[in-house]
């Protein structure tokens, strides 16, 4: 697991399980189907990304392509910084 | 023709508007007078479809002396609200109280945070400014994003994304407006033992697209089982004045006009209604698709969008919980 995965996962642990560290959240699975996340839960998760790894997200990045699973945040995050990825801070 | 007979199409949402009425009518009598004890109806009026066809249901079933209307306007209420509302009472010839809520609304700073909430994200906001909430549109995402648009005095208009925080600070404050206009209501209730209707229709109540405790709390809901298409029909059947059934839903609650599909259905009502039909009945998309003239994947989408706003939804219906029942506390009827 790489260091942003993992902070991705803490952060999918604390703030949309509300710290129930019991569910397991697979890399796959997809936050709105799953319920996991609504409306409001995209508008914080994107003060996750801007405020933890210094990305700016535009309007054109909110799709689920990007957001809707921790591997696509994973990828997002990557893809957004690779200074941080090559670091793997 | 055959097999076209149960074909999809709107026509599943026509109602028999006289003996639907009657229903409802009947409905209204036997909760108010018997299992509320009450002795009339308080139903805020707001010039719109729902309330308009509430009230005219309320006076059919407890004739107009028994039935009270309320206008609530307040700083950022449409002129046409109290103006087709107050048409609407002098046809029915109810008695109406007038309760302008704007000096609540700025005792509780229900403007002054909902200002501070906007320069979070547009520091040159005052109240000179307008503006309204908006939802980005299911077209261009599966996430529906929430947006401020506002338009400074001089009329240029922008459209901001907002952050969780100041999303949620705006939708709180505005939420005065729904709580102090059902206080009210239920002052008028408590002064006269009436009740006090709620006048959601079946989209607002099935999707939650009401305030806990605000616009959500009432005695009874009369039309909460009718499609949105629905209550026009019966609009049509009861006389209510053509102005108002020609008027656009809105929301009536920012400063910006603001349709109600902006602001959270995905679609304007009549192809809501049926993509809700649809997904309540377990229809295939690719048949409601093909009756709205849609795509199968847009309503796939709408699908989605649904069972999102139930989720949400879910916590706006929930009574109090408690760690037990008790049962001396349970009202049957």
Redesign the interface.
Same mark, same amino acid.
Do not use: F, K
């Given at each position: 697991m790489t260091p942003i995965e993992a902070r991705v996962r803490q952060y999918v642990t604390d703030r949309l399980l509300f710290g129930r560290s019991d569910v397991v959240v697979e890399g796959d699975t997809s936050f !709105?189907?799953s319920?996991l996340i609504?409306?409001?839960g995209? &508008?914080?998760l994107?003060?996750f990304l801007e405020e933890n790894f210094k990305v700016k997200v535009e309007?054109e990045d !909110?799709?689920?392509a990007n &957001?809707d699973s921790i591997n696509a945040l994973t990828r997002f995050i990557q893809a957004k910084s690779p200074a941080l990825a090559d670091s793997r801070a | 023709m055959g097999e076209n007979r149960n074909k999809f199409s709107p026509d599943h949402l026509r109602l028999d508007a006289s003996a639907e009425a009657e229903r409802i009518v009947s409905f209204i009598r036997d909760a108010v007078f018997t299992r509320l004890k009450r002795k009339g109806m308080v139903v805020g009026l707001s010039g719109g479809i729902d309330s308009s066809t509430v009230v005219a249901l309320a006076v059919r079933a407890l004739g107009a002396d028994r039935v009270i209307g309320l206008f609530m306007p307040e700083s950022d209420s449409s002129d046409d609200s109290l103006r087709l509302g107050q048409l609407l009472a002098k046809e029915l010839g109810i008695k109406t109280f007038t309760e302008d809520i704007s000096g609540i609304l700025r005792g509780a700073d229900c403007y002054r945070r909902r200002d501070e909430a906007i320069r979070t994200v547009v520091p040159e906001y005052h109240s000179g400014y307008k503006s309204k909430l908006v939802l980005s549109s299911l077209d261009s995402s599966e996430f529906r994003i929430s947006y401020v648009v506002v338009e400074s005095p001089e009329g240029e208009q922008r459209k901001v994304r907002l952050t969780a925080e100041a999303f949620l600070a705006l939708v709180a404050a505005t939420n005065f407006k729904q709580r102090t206009r059902k206080m009210m209501e239920y002052y008028y209730a408590d002064r006269f033992l009436y009740a006090v209707a709620g006048t959601p229709n079946r989209l607002e109540y099935d999707l939650g697209f009401f305030v806990k405790n605000g616009d959500g709390s009432a005695d009874i809901k009369p039309i909460a089982h009718l499609y949105k298409s629905q209550v026009y029909q019966l609009a049509g059947y009861l006389g209510v004045p053509q102005e108002i059934v020609n008027r656009p839903p809105t929301t009536d609650t920012y400063s910006l006009p603001q349709s109600q599909e902006e602001f959270y259905f995905s679609l304007p009502y009549d192809k809501m209604d049926l993509c809700l039909y649809g997904k309540t009945h377990r229809l295939p998309a690719s048949e409601v698709a093909e009756a709205l003239g849609m795509s199968e994947a847009q309503v796939e989408r709408v699908y989605r969008d649904i069972d999102a706003k139930r989720a949400v939804a879910r916590y706006l219906h929930m009574e109090p919980l408690l760690i037990e029942p008790i049962k001396e506390a349970v009202v049957d009827f």
């Open positions: !709105l189907e319920g609504d409306s409001t995209v &508008l914080e994107v003060a309007d !909110l799709i689920p &957001l | -």
